[in-house]
């Protein structure tokens, strides 16, 4: 099971060499913390490149969506968007 460490800038920094094996062979996600709030994540190779396959078929989706919609008010557009996701919630 992949574990998710969150750890601090300092610590990571202290232990780069260690934390890039967890993340190599364990195949664990750390998340770096620096005044208490995530500003990074070191995830393995795979992963990252499952993510950025699945942003750029987010980012085609919205291009497709903003399409079908450009010729829709922006009101009209978001009381239709509002309607869906209160039906799909009744559901």
Same mark, same amino acid.
């Given at each position: ?12 920094? /202290?232990?780069?060499? !260690?934390? =890039?094996? %967890? ?7 750390? @998340?770096?913390?620096?005044? $208490? ?17 699945? /942003?750029?078929?987010? !980012?085609? =989706?919205? %291009? ?7 010729? @829709?008010?922006?009101?009209? $557009? ?14």
């Amino acid at each position: 099971m992949t574990m998710i460490t969150k750890t601090s800038a300092v610590r990571f920094r /202290q232990n780069l060499g !260690e934390m =890039l094996n %967890q993340v190599q062979y364990r195949h664990d996600s750390i @998340v770096i913390n620096k005044d $208490g709030k995530p500003v990074a994540a070191l995830v393995d190779a795979r992963l990252f490149e499952r993510i950025q396959r699945m /942003q750029a078929r987010f !980012e085609t =989706l919205c %291009q497709r969506i903003e399409a079908g919609y450009k010729n @829709v008010p922006e009101e009209e $557009g978001m009381a239709e968007i509002d309607a869906a996701v209160a039906a799909e919630r009744r559901r």
